[in-house]
């Protein structure tokens, strides 16, 4: 069976950081693409980033450039979300996928995490 687990959520204020994880269990994640999205309430889930299986090709959504890092270790089988210079509009549950291809929609993600809270405060 198929398991993400995200970690590293939390309370942050506006321009601090945090950096969340994603490990996957059940199989060898080396060959898939992986990404993250994120859902606010009353929102649909909208793409965040990407990187390929071998971490050499990344995507960003452009409200997130320059921003976030998303980087990967497959000996670890876990993706990594780097989130610098935080906004209050990026207050959402973030979620990371897996698949065979990366793209920027939720319909080509069989593999899903439980998604972890991440909310930017004064």
């Known amino acids: 069976q198929v398991q993400l687990v995200e970690s590293g959520g939390g309370l942050v204020q506006p321009g601090g950081s945090l950096r969340l994880s994603c490990a996957g269990s059940?199989?060898?994640?080396?060959?898939?693409?992986m990404a993250w999205f994120r859902q606010a309430p009353g929102k649909e889930r909208e793409f965040v980033a990407a990187?390929?299986?071998?971490?050499?090709?990344?995507y960003y959504a452009d409200s997130v450039k320059a921003r976030f890092t998303i980087s990967r270790d497959n000996a670890k089988n876990t993706v990594y979300l780097q989130m610098n210079s935080l906004k209050p509009e990026d207050t959402a549950v973030y979620y990371c996928a897996a698949d065979a291809v990366a793209t920027m929609y939720t319909s080509n993600y069989r593999y899903w995490g439980q998604g972890t809270q991440v909310t930017v405060s004064s």
């Open positions: 059940g199989r060898t994640f080396s060959n898939t693409a």
């Open positions: 990187v390929y299986w071998n971490g050499g090709r990344t």
